[in-house]
T-cell receptor, first 109, second 114 residues
Framework: GQNIDQPTEMTATEGAIVQINCTYQ??????LFWYQQHAGEAPTFLSY????GLEEKGRFSSFLSRSKGYSYLLLKELQMKDSASYLC??????????FGAGTTVTVRA | NAGVMQNPRHLVRRRGQEARLRCSPM?????VYWYRQLPEEGLKFMVY????????ESGMPKERFSAEFPKEGPSILRIQQVVRGDSAAYFC????????????FGPGTRLLVL
C-alpha cells in the first residue's frame, strides 16, 4: 500500500524556514525521494533517503524515519525562487515511484 | 550532457485522434519510465521500459495506450482515439540502472484534447 500524504499548501516569508512533512505506509518500503517542481516544468531531484536520519544538502535537508513511515523536507533561508511544488515519492519493493499529491510552497517577501 | 528530452512540449488533439509522445533518455540511461499527471493530482506511474522490452505496464490503461522503446530512437507513448480525460501532462523519466536509482525527469508533454 502507499497512501503518501503531504500537506497541500504552505506559505512562508523570505529568509524563513519551512518543513514539509510526508507520511507513507511502511509495508514494502524501499526508499524516499523529494522532487521540486516549478509550474509547467519537470520535477527536479532534490534528495534520496533510504536509511534513518538527516541528509543535508546546502539549504535543503531531508529526514527519514523508516519505523514511523515519516519524512520531512526542510527548506532554510527561503528565497523567492523556492516557490514551487514539492513532491514526496516512495519506492515500494520495486522501481516505481509512487508520488504524493505535492505541497505548494509560496514564499512571500 | 543533455537531460531527458521530450517532444512535443505541447500537443493539442481533437477527440478520436491519435497522440504520439516522444522521450529520449539521458545519455547512458537504458531505463525509461512514463508518468501521467492529471490536473491537481500527483504523478502516477504508467509503464517501465528497457530497450526493446516492456518490463511493467501495470499503470497503463488496458485500451488505447501503448508504449515502446526501440533499439534505435526515442521511446514512444501512443494514445489512440484520445478522449477529453486523456488531457494531462505526460512525463518521461530515465535512470542508468533499476532499483533505488534516482529517476531524472524530462520537461513533459502537455496534452490537451478538445
Amino acid at each position: 500500500g502507499q497512501n503518501i500524504d503531504q500537506p497541500t499548501e504552505m506559505t512562508a516569508t523570505e529568509g524563513a524556514i519551512v518543513q514539509i512533512n510526508c507520511t507513507y505506509q511502511t509495508s514494502g518500503f524501499n526508499g524516499l525521494f523529494w522532487y521540486q517542481q516549478h509550474a509547467g516544468e519537470a520535477p527536479t531531484f532534490l534528495s534520496y533517503n533510504v536509511l534513518d536520519g538527516l541528509e543535508e544538502k546546502g539549504r535543503f535537508s531531508s529526514f527519514l524515519s523508516r519505523s514511523k513511515g515519516y519524512s520531512y523536507l526542510l527548506l532554510k533561508e527561503l528565497q523567492m525562487k523556492d516557490s514551487a511544488s514539492y513532491l514526496c515519492a516512495v519506492t515500494f519493493n520495486d522501481y516505481k515511484l509512487s508520488f504524493g499529491a505535492g505541497t505548494t510552497v509560496t514564499v512571500r517577501a | 550532457n543533455a537531460g531527458v528530452m521530450q517532444n512535443p512540449r505541447h500537443l493539442v488533439r481533437r477527440r478520436g485522434q491519435e497522440a504520439r509522445l516522444r522521450c529520449s533518455p539521458m545519455k547512458g540511461h537504458s531505463h525509461v519510465y512514463w508518468y501521467r499527471q492529471l490536473p491537481e493530482e500527483g504523478l502516477k506511474f504508467m509503464v517501465y521500459l528497457q530497450k526493446e522490452n516492456i518490463i511493467d505496464e501495470s499503470g497503463m490503461p488496458k485500451e488505447r495506450f501503448s508504449a515502446e522503446f526501440p533499439k534505435e530512437g526515442p521511446s514512444i507513448l501512443r494514445i489512440q482515439q484520445v478522449v477529453r480525460g486523456d488531457s494531462a501532462a505526460y512525463f518521461c523519466a530515465s535512470s542508468p540502472v533499476v532499483g533505488g536509482e534516482t529517476q531524472y525527469f524530462g520537461p513533459g508533454t502537455r496534452l490537451l484534447v478538445l
